[in-house]
């Protein structure tokens, strides 16, 4: 993905297996996470505030796109907890 490409109100799925997912909740220079772990200096980006499981959270836009695979393809709630053996009554997508 692309930073371009990442917007607010959409969820997004990560590269390994595809199971975690992250809805982002805002993007701007306020959400930039207050610790970096790293001896280098931070990256001069926009942050993205999301929520995963119920939890928010913070990442540099760099980040968020380097974990996201891609969009959900849809806001249905059972892409919060995927049964391997129904498909998603909303697309029909399987976990």
Known sequence: ?????????VTYVN??????QRKVLAIGN???P??????????DEPGVFFEQKGKQDNLY???F????KSPVVC???W???????????GCGAFG
Do not use: F
Not at 15 to 20: F, I, V
Not at 65 to 68: D, E, L, N, T
Not at 79 to 89: G, R, S
């Open 1 to 9: 993905m692309k930073s371009s490409e990442i917007r607010v109100g």
């Open 15 to 20: 590269r390994g297996a595809g199971r975690t």
């Open 30 to 32: 306020e959400h930039r």
């Open 34 to 43: 207050r610790q970096w772990l790293s001896n280098s200096r931070p990256p």
């Open 61 to 63: 836009l760099s980040s």
């Open 65 to 68: 796109v380097s974990w996201a």
């Open 75 to 77: 806001d249905h709630p």
């Open 79 to 89: 892409h919060q907890n995927p049964a391997l053996i129904t498909a998603c009554p």
